[in-house]
């Protein structure tokens, strides 16, 4: 069983994961606050008695569950994300920032000119497109898996569906993505 102080220390370690997931999915920063809340508040009330190490798997499927609640209370049939880049992160802060990955490597770190800086972020935005027309499942098991590193069966009971349903959404979301972005000459 979660102690008041574990349970406290999870939702501050997960709120900004889960804000930026949220507004992936509504475009909308204060549905986005509210379907966090609301995830957050349901994890509290009805999962305190749980151990703290089934917390991380309960919340990500809370919130999976409360954003396809609000897409079908607002008659929404089709999830969008917002830019990577709307998403920075601050010097201070220790998340992964996916716009750093791009212009440097831990094994080769160089300043790149505003040429090369243009072209990544032009490919960057390619990319950002490709995967906002993902089908929804697909984008989100993507996501899920690459995004927020969870394993396979993470991701499914996340997603409330099979490993193998995951491995099949991966796969075409992946053969989506490179046939996309090879055709407008993005290597891999």
């Known amino acids: ?10 939702l501050q370690s997960v709120e900004k994961r889960a804000f930026k997931r949220s507004v992936y999915h509504v475009r909308d920063d204060e549905a986005a606050l509210d379907i966090v809340q609301d995830s957050m508040m349901k994890l509290a009330e009805h999962y305190s008695d749980k151990p703290s190490n089934e917390l991380p798997m309960l919340f990500q499927r809370i919130l999976s569950n409360t954003t396809l609640d609000w897409f079908r209370r607002n008659k929404t049939k089709k999830a969008l994300f917002s830019n990577f880049s709307d ?13 750093e990955s791009l212009t440097q490597s831990d094994n080769n770190p160089k300043v790149q000119s505003a040429e090369e800086n243009y072209a990544s972020a032009e490919n960057f935005h390619d990319i950002e497109d490709e995967v906002q027309k ?10 899920l898996r690459y995004w927020e ?6 991701t499914a009971a996340a997603m409330g569906c099979s490993e193998g349903s995951v491995k099949t959404h991966c796969s ?3 053969q989506s993505l490179h046939k996309a972005l090879s055709a407008k000459g993005i290597k891999p």
Do not use: G, Y
């Not at 590193?149 to 993470?154: C, F, H, K, N």
């Open 134 to 143: 993902l089908p929804t499942r697909q984008r989100e098991a993507f996501l």
């Open 172 to 174: 075409r979301a992946i």
């Open 149 to 154: 590193d969870l394993d396979v069966a993470e």
């Open 87 to 99: 998403f920075e992160s601050s010097s201070d802060s220790d998340e992964f920032d996916i716009l």
């Open 1 to 10: 069983m979660a102690t008041e102080k574990e349970l406290s220390d999870f």
